[in-house]
């Protein structure tokens, strides 16, 4: 294991499958994410516009560096259906050192 520096997990939801995955594969095409995990079934409970709601979503599981956050939020904003997209970025402990390595360089690079 290794302490991650610039690697970030940014967490995202999208309304369906569909939708995730033009999100997920519009992040690695663009270089902005070495990786995006679709995990369907998640249930929503939120409050919106002062009603609480509730929706099935996809969550998105992103890996990216930390110097990609401002142009991976810019491109939410053009790109997600959603008004105010989820958009959290988390900072990992600790990562495999290999694995690490690979989501950096191509995070970095691009495809």
Same mark, same amino acid.
């Given at each position: 294991m290794q302490?991650?520096?610039?690697?970030?997990?940014?967490?995202?939801t999208a309304?369906? !499958? *569909?939708?995730?995955?033009? &999100?997920?594969?519009?992040? %690695?095409?663009a270089g902005l994410a070495a990786?995006?995990?679709?995990v369907p079934g998640l249930r929503s409970t939120y409050v919106w516009k002062g009603a609480v709601? !509730? *929706?099935s979503e996809v969550l &998105?599981?992103?890996?990216? %560096?930390a110097g990609s956050l401002e142009?991976?939020?810019?491109w939410l904003a053009d790109a997600h259906p959603y008004e105010t997209p989820e958009c959290i970025?988390?900072?990992?402990?600790?990562?495999?050192?290999?694995y690490l390595a690979w989501w950096l360089e191509a995070t970095r690079g691009g495809p």
């Open positions: 302490a991650t520096g610039a690697a970030r997990v940014v967490l995202l309304p369906d !499958e *569909e939708v995730a995955a033009q &999100l997920a594969r519009g992040l %690695v095409g990786c995006v995990n679709r709601e !509730e *929706e &998105l599981v992103v890996k990216t %560096v142009a991976l939020a810019a970025a988390l900072t990992p402990s600790e990562v495999e050192r290999g």
